[in-house]
């Protein structure tokens, strides 16, 4: 149980162009979803908080009108990236939480690379 | 502030030796601690969590991880390593009722026959 997936798993788009990355909680609904990002060989940097129902609360630093989330339903929030930029090229983690405890399931991430 | 220190970037061990994986935090309680493993180009698999209570725990493919206050540490262990162990291991803290999660920069086992 507790299966995330993310869609898809690999993305190449062209600069300036938008890019919609899907994450999905199969057999559990979850109030609270977490979008990562990880640079090669680096730790994965929190993004945004996104909550079922509100607007996603955004770190420090990440751009909330490039970086949209949307979380419509207790098992789906989605990651758009807008107007995407070379510098953009990352990989993408989200995670969902479990009900009320404080245990994270990862999907297996999204490779976006912008041309 | 709070913070989450893995003061080894890589480690290399033979395969069937022991291994410890160091993780130190700054935290003004004592959060909920995780050891996460990835695999290149996937996302994380967790190993082991620590909420409360004993402080040694017991996780997921022979691994355990031992909670020292004191120390403000919580290192990954394993005693014999398997070649397919190699990976990168994160540490992770979550205060405690809350869910926001921050991670160690990594550690890269490298496993040598």
């Known amino acids: 149980g507790a299966v995330v997936s993310q869609h898809p798993s690999r993305v190449i788009c062209k600069s300036g162009t938008s890019v919609k990355i899907e994450c999905r909680s199969l057999d559990f609904q979850a109030t609270t979803m977490f979008w990562y990002r990880q640079f090669p060989k680096q730790s994965l940097m929190l993004m945004a908080t996104?909550?079922?129902?509100?607007?996603?609360?955004?770190e420090q630093g990440v751009e909330k009108d490039k970086f949209l989330i949307n979380h419509a339903s207790l098992t789906l929030s989605t990651l758009t990236v807008t107007s995407a930029h070379p510098e953009d090229s990352s990989f993408y983690i989200c995670?969902?939480?479990?009900?009320?405890?404080?245990?994270?399931?990862f999907g297996p991430g999204t490779r976006l690379t912008v041309t | 502030a709070q913070s989450v220190t893995q003061p080894d970037i890589h480690i290399t061990v033979s395969e069937g030796a022991s291994l410890e994986l160091r993780c130190n935090y700054s935290y003004g309680a004592t959060p909920y601690l995780f050891w996460y493993v990835q695999s290149p180009g996937q996302g994380l698999q967790l190993l082991l969590k620590y909420f409360s209570g004993d402080t040694l725990v017991q996780g997921i493919k022979g691994f355990e991880a031992e909670f020292k206050r004191s120390q403000s540490s919580f290192n990954l262990r394993k005693p014999s390593v398997h070649w397919s162990d190699a990976a990168e291991y994160f540490c992770?803290?979550?205060?405690?009722?809350?869910?926001?999660?921050?991670f160690g920069a990594g550690t890269r086992l490298f496993v040598k026959a």
């Open positions: 992770a803290v979550t205060p405690a009722g809350g869910f926001k999660t921050i």
């Open positions: 995670s969902a939480v479990l009900g009320t405890s404080n245990e994270q399931y």
């Open positions: 996104s909550n079922e129902g509100s607007k996603a609360t955004y």
